[in-house]
């Protein structure tokens, strides 16, 4: 079974030729060497490019183990692409199984300390070396947290091109689910988007699955590369941030949750070194609260949502399925895969009670910023009476601007505005059907 993912082929094609690495980035799994290997290969065969002009080498294969070695691997792209007169495609799968080779030739006590990390050779710089090369297109993957940390980007700083690649949206769920609509949704919301969960057929096959990639995969992963001795605060913080996608939260909060779990404290800066490794690992993407009408950034309170809704229920045995905050989830996932920033909003309004004056906060789900514009979203599983409606856009009519406020309900219903220029639309057709809102 293939899924089209459009829309990372339409943004390799735009990077290409541009004079830089183009680093693929995202969750373990996801489809990342598929996507190049495979999708993208074909889509430029098809345009013609020869298959000798693909220079392709997966580090993970034991017959490709001495290409580890930077140096090795660097002189293998050097004798595929000869032929100068000939444009080449190099994809270079798992880059971070490459190590780091010392210089032999350097007298390491003519090197002072704080330089001696120069001494080695890696990755970074052959292929910083390789991109001169003008007939060369250079595509890196990498699939354990130390490729899908950070630090892949920031070495390769205005050098780099980053696309990050998601878990399966549930448009191209959809085009492979063979189900009714409003069936896939409640299937996706369940199971989530890592394409071999949606290719399993078996229930229980699927479960399993998803349970043994979250212990065996991303757990393994972050415990390794921070040397971890005690992964139990992990394991209850991920708990506790699983349990409450969606929530405003900070570390102090999360270290007396996770405490809570536990029965033993921990502390804010551990909690604070942890969180910076789950989203290092994009286990867990967060957002910022931003005050609307003073249009300023709260410190140190943000909300936690997971990567895969799929991952989140397995890890929570599929017990905590609450539809509102599962759909929250999908949502802001479906704004940042469309490439949008995304903060969480908040209206102070104050009030006359009792002849005394009251000031209450009012929470906008997201804020997308789209340039000089911003659109206000709010999620509701309904707005089917009076009183929730009134509810669920109390706080976009009091935002004291005149942005583009809308109400993504649980359901198919076409686009419509009510008398306030707010606007309501069926999650369904949200996620489908992208052109309808304009973003």
């Known amino acids: 079974m293939v899924i089209k993912r459009d829309r990372y082929i339409k943004d390799l094609l ?24 495979t999708l993208y290969k074909e889509y430029l065969k098809e345009e013609g490019v020869a298959e000798e002009c693909f220079v392709e080498i997966a580090l993970d294969r034991n017959a490709n183990v001495k290409y580890r070695n930077p140096n090795e691997l ?15 495609y190099v994809f270079i799968d798992e880059i971070q199984l490459s190590y780091k080779v010392k210089n032999v030739d350097v007298d390491v006590k003519m090197v002072p300390e704080e330089d001696r990390e120069m001494l080695y050779t890696t990755f970074y710089d052959i292929l910083n070396d390789l991109m001169s090369r003008n007939n060369l297109d250079i595509y890196v993957t990498g699939s354990n947290s130390k490729m899908l940390s950070k630090d892949i980007v920031t070495n390769f700083r205005d050098r780099g091109s980053e696309i990050r690649v998601y878990p399966l949206s549930f448009a191209e769920y959809y085009s492979v689910a063979g189900l009714e609509k409003a069936d896939a949704l409640e299937e996706y919301l369940m199971y989530g988007g890592m394409p071999l969960a949606v290719t399993e057929k078996d229930e229980s096959e699927k479960r399993k699955y998803l349970v043994g990639l979250h212990r065996n995969v991303y757990i393994k992963d972050i415990v390794e ?7 139990e605060v992990l394991d209850a913080l991920i708990d506790s941030l699983y349990s409450a996608v969606g ?18 404290s921990t502390s804010d800066h551990t909690i604070k070194n942890y969180l910076d490794y789950l989203e290092d690992a994009y286990l867990f993407v967060s957002t910022k609260r931003y005050d609307i009408k003073g249009k300023r950034y709260f410190e140190n309170t943000q909300k936690y949502y997971a990567m895969d809704l799929g991952l989140r229920n397995a890890k ?17 996932l479906e704004l940042i895969r469309r490439g949008y920033s995304v903060d969480v909003g908040v209206v102070e309004v104050t009030r006359v009670k009792d002849g005394k004056k009251q000031q209450s906060q009012y929470e906008v789900d997201f804020i997308v910023n789209t340039g000089n514009e911003k659109i206000y979203i709010q999620s509701a599983l309904n707005v089917d009476t009076k009183e929730k409606q009134e509810q669920e856009t109390f706080s976009l009519k009091n935002s004291g601007d005149f942005f583009r406020k809308i109400v993504i309900v649980d359901d198919n219903t076409k686009l419509w505005t009510d008398e306030n220029g707010i606007i309501y639309i069926g999650v369904l057709p949200f996620l489908l059907e992208e052109s309808g809102l304009g973003f």
């Not at 660097?74 to 080449?88: N, R």
């Not at 909060?253 to 405490?259: K, P, V």
């Open 74 to 88: 660097y002189e293998y792209i050097l004798s595929q692409t000869q032929d100068t007169s000939k444009q080449y």
């Open 247 to 264: 929530s405003l939260t900070n570390p102090h909060n999360l270290a007396n949750a996770a405490g809570t779990l536990m029965k033993r």
């Open 225 to 231: 590369r921070y040397h971890l001795k005690d992964d």
């Open 316 to 332: 929570l045995n599929f017990r905590q399925q609450e539809k509102s905050h599962l759909m929250e989830n999908m949502i802001y």
């Open 14 to 37: 735009s990077k290409r030729w541009n004079g830089k690495v183009k680093i693929i980035t995202g969750i373990r799994r996801c489809g990342k060497s598929f996507l190049l290997s």
